[in-house]
């Protein structure tokens, strides 16, 4: 089956002939899948969800978004795909959270009274109901998050594509954010795209994490995957997460050391080593 997203070789240049190149590996998202798309600065990677919303058009390559060119046809596919914005000051427009969530409802020119219930639903589902009635300029940082994430979900998209969305939110946010994001993908199957710099919230957030360096994806697998190869994370300027180095380490030490992609599983790991330490080898 053709995936739901799937790119080739694309090459984009800017007005300024800064020329971004995503070559290696072709990038595709399966239907419910969680993809994360990690690399350092400059890599491509906002380019890259430029073209996907069809912001931009390859100037070599190919898109396809739910089987159309995003850049001929987003009209096509807009409700289907929902955006929450790296800077979401820009993306909230509303005048009140409520008129802001109810915007592309309204713009699909659905009566009032569904707007209402829809509205209603998605702030419930998200826990911003009390939001509501307020003027989205004085909102937390994390609030306004949680306001474009509904405005993008309360068309209920199938892909949810979202720039950065942990960048500024204090620890307890960014945990209701991962839950949140996984009870999206696990209950409504929508598959997500995400960037993050935040290298902590990979294991507990990806099915495919894609890693991308100077112009090409240069490797795509499962969190575990990925973080066993922290040569090549460091190679491509990527710290990676502490666990996985302190593993990495130790497997360098010559300890057979599973890869975690959790703290609670190397918990278990080391819990296990340390009640066995006559022979912490067996463990794996
Ligand atoms: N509008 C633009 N005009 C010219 N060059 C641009 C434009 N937008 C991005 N670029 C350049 O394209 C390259 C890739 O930028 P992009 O924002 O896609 O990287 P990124 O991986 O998202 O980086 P970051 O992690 O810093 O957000 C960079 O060299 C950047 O300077």
Redesign the pocket.
């Given at each position: 089956m053709e995936p739901l997203i799937h790119v080739t070789n694309l090459k984009h240049v800017?007005?300024?002939k800064?020329a971004?190149h995503l070559g290696g590996l072709d990038f595709a998202v399966e239907a419910g899948q969680r993809v994360v798309i990690i690399?350092?600065?400059?890599?491509?990677?906002?380019?890259?969800l430029?073209h996907l919303l069809g912001l931009l058009a390859p100037t070599e390559g190919t898109v396809t978004v739910l089987g159309c060119r995003p850049h001929e046809s987003f009209r096509k596919i807009r409700g289907k795909v929902g955006v929450v914005f790296?800077q979401v000051d820009e993306q909230i427009i509303g005048p009140r959270v409520y008129d802001d969530i109810a915007f592309s409802l309204r713009n699909d020119g659905l009566p009032e009274d569904q707007v209402l219930q829809k509205v209603k639903d998605v702030a419930a589902s998200l826990q911003i109901s009390h939001l509501l009635e307020k003027i989205p300029h004085y909102l937390s940082g994390g609030e306004k998050k949680k306001v474009a994430l509904a405005g993008a979900l309360v068309t209920l998209p199938q892909i949810l594509i979202l720039?950065?969305p942990f960048l500024s939110l204090d620890p307890e946010s960014r945990r209701e954010m991962i839950r949140l994001l996984n009870h999206l993908s696990r209950e409504h199957e929508v598959s997500l795209v995400i960037?993050t710099?935040d290298m902590e919230v990979v294991g507990d957030l990806a099915d495919v994490v894609y890693v991308?360096h100077q112009g090409s994806i240069i490797a795509r697998g499962t969190p575990r995957e990925i973080f066993g190869q922290v040569n090549m994370l460091k190679e491509a300027n990527l710290e990676p997460p502490v666990l996985a180095e302190l593993f990495h380490r130790l497997h360098q030490k010559g300890m057979k050391v599973p890869v975690p992609q959790s703290m609670a599983e190397a918990e278990a790991w080391l819990i296990k080593a340390l009640q066995n330490k006559e022979n912490p080898e067996d463990i794996g």
């Open positions: 800017y007005p300024d800064t971004v690399g350092p600065n400059g890599a491509g990677k906002t380019t890259l430029a790296q720039d950065e960037t710099h991308f």
